[in-house]
């Protein structure tokens, strides 16, 4: 895996600061603990725009760059579809690298 965002998604799992799933990444989004959310590319419809709606809303940055499975390689955990990042210096630094083209 070459790709400097999974590469931190993997690290900021290590280290406990991640929510994964469509629930506790949107109760995260609503209590301001969410720094950046990932969906998968090939998420659900529904999900999905329930997701965008809630960043949208909460001004929570977003990033659809990649699959279901590289989402799922990345945490080590399978059927990865929705997650966030709560820790702001690991969001700040994939935010950064995302704006550069990785």
Request: one cysteine or more; aromatic letters at 2%.
């Given at each position: 895996m070459t790709d400097k965002i999974l590469n931190l998604l993997?690290?900021?799992k290590r280290a406990g600061m991640l929510t994964?799933?469509?629930?506790?990444?949107?109760?995260a989004i609503q209590h301001n603990k969410a720094k950046v959310v990932f969906i998968a590319s090939d998420a659900g419809d529904s999900t999905?725009?329930?997701?965008?709606?809630?960043?949208?809303y909460y001004n929570v940055?977003?990033?659809?760059?990649?699959?279901?499975?590289n989402l799922s390689i990345?945490?080590?955990?399978?059927?990865?579809?929705?997650l966030s990042v709560t820790d702001p210096g690991f969001s700040r630094k994939m935010l950064q690298l995302k704006?550069?083209?990785?």
């Open positions: 993997g690290l900021a994964t799933g469509e629930d506790k990444t949107i109760e999905a725009k329930k997701v965008r709606n809630k960043c949208t940055p977003l990033i659809d760059d990649y699959t279901n499975e990345a945490t080590g955990a399978p059927n990865r579809v929705v704006e550069k083209g990785k």
